[in-house]
């Protein structure tokens, strides 16, 4: 039976190459929740420093920081007053620019996040606003609207948030009386700008050059789908998202504020900004966009440089289910010439481990709230999670470590009620327990919490609790022993990286072909000559084919099997060259 043979041609990944981020293995930094320096339980730009050869040691080349600006903390940091300037809690300019540079000495790259949807509702501009009359020039900088009844107390369109409550807000006049209303996506806290505004357009590609000028070498651009509304504000009027995709196949409706065509204008200008620089700049999209198709537009040469591949990572753990999704991928990416991505997890979602840990059915995952009540097998959910890990790192693209990960955490799933405080918590009305479970501050050393996250004279606990338990999940306990999760990554990253350096075609540019048509629980492929990945995410062992194996998601038995649940790396044999001198 022939093989499927899938095509991309992603260059070597070198410090000095322009295309870098085609095959980065990019390290998230959740920086409330990395390290703390300074002693008040959150973690800071401090802490980051002090850990920056453990993220060199891992082997990535490159992290990505979740917000570092200043902020109310409305939304741990998605709610930003100003974006050219450190939050003190976080620490100084000066410590950010030294960060900066000794990432770079180190041989990784630095990515920040952007939030261009929405401001905090403590920014100048959005204060300005509410002291503005309607119709004014400083309104206009976001989507004030009358409200709809004779009395206007009715919101402007029915249109929710991603957080739970309705989206719009009814601020008072200088009077007194109630006014206008604010449109807001997500928390009140976090009002929405306008994108047809002259001054927010100006404003954002000022921010993109002050980091840029200072060495950052790109941007993460949180709800990147989102910054376009329809000028007339229409009721969705039951309509979903993704909008569904007519029979024929034809465009499916236009929504409102989602992922809308004019978004394209937006990225075709950041792509000139980050390309005027040498290096040139990169960009990845926090995208939610269901369909492969309209997600690789984001992707197009004069647009953004990647986006993050959500339907990769709410995949269950299923091998038709995961084949689909990276051929579908990997197909849909070499349209446009750009690279994949590959993601397992991150700060907005549960933990993949624990996702791992319950059975798997078709249904998407996202929430904690979808799997809490189902019992969990924990050492079924980290096998899993040990072989997902190496399956990804086999694949063809970028790939994104979401901090922990490494080190086999799972979801902390028993936060106190009375300590939670992602806004969802408040905004669903204690339905939805939100995402403090995967934020959840990292161990590094020790015994008991806080698991040397905090330094010794520390004045606070940790922000949020850890749990009990966590002293093998520790780096300093993991560290050296072969068979632990982080030993596994190291191992993982290394090889990825000498696998590309020493193969006659190298694993950044090799064609993946399917070696396996006959199980569809098994994943089995060949990277060129580099790497043969096979992955069985079957309950049944498997045949071990021939060759050397490489490394292990976990032991294997020795009797030419691969158990359930488990990945292998193997080499390639070289082909051999016939001998012209000898007769056929």
Request: glycine share 8%; net charge negative; charged share 25%.
């Amino acid at each position: 039976m022939p093989h499927e043979s899938l095509n991309l041609t992603l260059p070597d990944n070198t410090f000095r190459d322009n295309e870098w981020w085609r095959s980065a293995a990019i390290y998230q930094v959740y920086i409330r929740s990395f390290a703390d320096g300074n002693g008040d339980g959150v973690g800071d730009i401090a802490g980051i420093r002090n850990r920056l050869s453990y993220l060199a040691e891992l082997g990535v080349d490159a992290i990505w920081v979740n917000p570092w600006y200043p902020s109310p903390m409305e939304d741990a940091g998605y709610d930003i007053s100003d974006y050219r300037s450190i939050e003190p809690s976080f620490g100084t300019m000066e410590q950010a620019e030294a960060m900066i540079a000794e990432a770079h000495d180190l041989g990784m790259r630095v990515i920040l996040d952007l939030v261009p949807n929405h401001v905090s509702e403590a920014h100048p501009w959005f204060q300005e606003a509410l002291l503005a009359q309607p119709g004014s020039a400083e309104r206009d900088r976001f989507h004030f609207r009358p409200g709809k009844g004779a009395a206007g107390d009715e919101a402007p369109n029915d249109w929710v948030s991603s957080f739970g409550g309705p989206a719009w807000t009814r601020v008072k006049d200088s009077d007194g009386n109630p006014g206008e209303w604010y449109l807001h996506l997500f928390t009140p806290g976090q009002p929405d700008v306008n994108w047809r505004n002259a001054d927010i357009r100006g404003d954002f590609e000022t921010t993109l050059r002050f980091w840029f000028d200072r060495g950052v070498d790109g941007f993460r651009i949180d709800v990147a789908q989102s910054l376009c509304k329809d000028a007339d504000l229409p009721d969705l009027n039951g309509l979903t998202y993704p909008t569904p995709v007519p029979a024929d196949g034809s465009e499916p409706v236009e929504h409102p504020h989602f992922d809308r065509d004019e978004v394209h204008d937006i990225y075709r200008s950041w792509r000139a900004v980050a390309d005027s620089y040498d290096p040139p700049r990169v960009f990845v999209a926090e995208a939610w966009v269901g369909n492969p198709a309209r997600l690789t537009r984001y992707l197009r040469p004069d647009e953004l440089h990647s986006a993050f591949n959500f339907n990769f990572l709410l995949a269950p753990w299923n091998g038709a289910t995961l084949r689909s999704v990276i051929d579908t991928t990997i197909t849909s990416h070499a349209a446009v010439n750009a690279s994949p991505t590959w993601v397992l997890s991150n700060h907005d979602g549960v933990r993949h481990l624990s996702k791992y840990a319950r059975p798997q059915t078709d249904s998407r995952t996202w929430f904690l709230s979808q799997i809490r009540d189902i019992p969990g097998d924990f050492e079924l959910g980290e096998r899993r999670a040990r072989a997902a890990a190496m399956l990804m790192l086999a694949l063809p693209g970028g790939v994104y470590i979401y901090q922990g990960e490494e080190l086999g955490l799972a979801e902390v799933e028993d936060i106190p009620d009375d300590q939670l405080q992602d806004p969802i918590w408040k905004r669903t009305g204690h339905r939805e327990r939100g995402r403090d479970g995967c934020r959840v501050p990292l161990p590094w050393s020790g015994d008991t919490a806080p698991y040397g996250f905090s330094p010794p004279n520390a004045n606070q606990a940790p922000w949020l609790p850890q749990p009990q338990g966590w002293a093998e999940r520790t780096v300093e306990f993991q560290t050296g022993k072969a068979d632990s999760t982080l030993e596994l990554y190291r191992s993982a990253l290394s090889l990825r990286r000498s696998l590309s350096a020493l193969a006659t075609e190298p694993l950044t540019t090799a064609t993946l072909t399917w070696m396996n048509d006959d199980n569809d629980l098994v994943l089995d492929f060949r990277r060129g000559s580099a790497l043969r990945c096979v992955v069985n995410t079957s309950s049944e062992p498997i045949a071990l084919p021939d060759g050397d194996v490489l490394l292990a998601s976990g032991p294997l038995p020795g009797n030419g099997t691969i158990p359930a649940d488990t990945a292998v790396w193997q080499g390639v044999p070289c082909a051999t060259t016939p001998d012209p001198t000898r007769a056929p």
